[in-house]
């Protein structure tokens, strides 16, 4: 069955620290993959995606993220992590066909951000 | 472009009461989604419109919840006679038949029975 790993639920970094969240998915084609971000309270914004073409993705706020399909993975990462970057991340694997039409979700990782 | 909107934001209600909630979707969108996010979890999918039809639902929608969509625009998430293990927080989103097929998600409507 399909599904979305994130192996770390809770993750510390320091301000202006590097930062990489992982996610692994099991799908059996090509996946359409999405990274998003949840402020407390709130619902969920899109951070980036990948679906075809070049595998490293460029998204909003200064992350990016890299599809290995050897690896199924797709991996979160910034290179200099703002204190306004405290939140929980989600990873999801998007199922297409026929009448199916639905994004599979992570457990999510909560980042926290040290001064 | 306004943004997926929902209400209400928050709803507190008695066990065996009916609560409905409205999802208005980003003006051009003919997809539509419901999701159910409990604490310390992903959002679980539970149902999916294209324009008014109702397209696919979660084993997670029990005969007590119904969704509808009736002019292709706005939802209705309703949930009969509920109970605790309802309370969480429901997301909708939407979005358009593209190649890219993203979802833009509402604030939430966080539903609390007590």
């Known amino acids: 069955a399909q599904s979305v790993t994130q192996p770390d639920i809770h993750i510390t970094v320091s301000e202006g620290a590097s930062l990489e969240l992982r996610c692994n998915y099991s799908?059996?084609?090509?996946?359409?993959l999405f990274w998003y971000v949840q402020s407390p309270g709130q619902g969920l914004q899109l951070l980036l995606k990948y679906f075809s073409g070049d595998t490293l993705v460029q998204g909003i706020k200064g992350f990016e993220a890299e599809f290995k399909r050897s690896q199924s993975s797709f991996n979160l990462r910034k290179p200099s992590v703002h204190w306004s970057d405290a939140a929980e991340y989600f990873c999801?694997?998007?199922?297409?066909?026929?009448?199916?039409?639905?994004?599979?979700f992570g457990t999510g990782t909560l980042l926290a951000v040290q001064p | 472009d306004t943004g997926v909107s929902q209400d209400p934001r928050h709803k507190i209600t008695k066990r065996g009461q009916n609560v409905t909630f409205r999802c208005d979707p980003i003006s051009e969108h003919n997809r539509l989604y419901w999701y159910r996010q409990t604490l310390g979890q992903g959002p679980e999918f539970l149902t999916y419109f294209q324009n008014e039809a109702q397209l696919e639902k979660s084993r997670l929608l029990s005969d007590r919840f119904s969704a509808e969509r009736p002019k292709g625009s706005f939802s209705t998430l309703e949930i009969q006679r509920t109970e605790q293990g309802d309370s969480a927080m429901y997301l909708c989103?939407?979005?358009?038949?593209?190649?890219?097929?993203?979802?833009?998600f509402g604030p939430g409507t966080r539903l609390t029975v007590t």
């Open positions: 799908y059996g084609a090509t996946p359409y």
């Open positions: 999801a694997v998007g199922l297409y066909g026929g009448a199916t039409n639905k994004l599979i």
């Open positions: 989103a939407s979005g358009v038949r593209d190649r890219a097929r993203e979802q833009y």
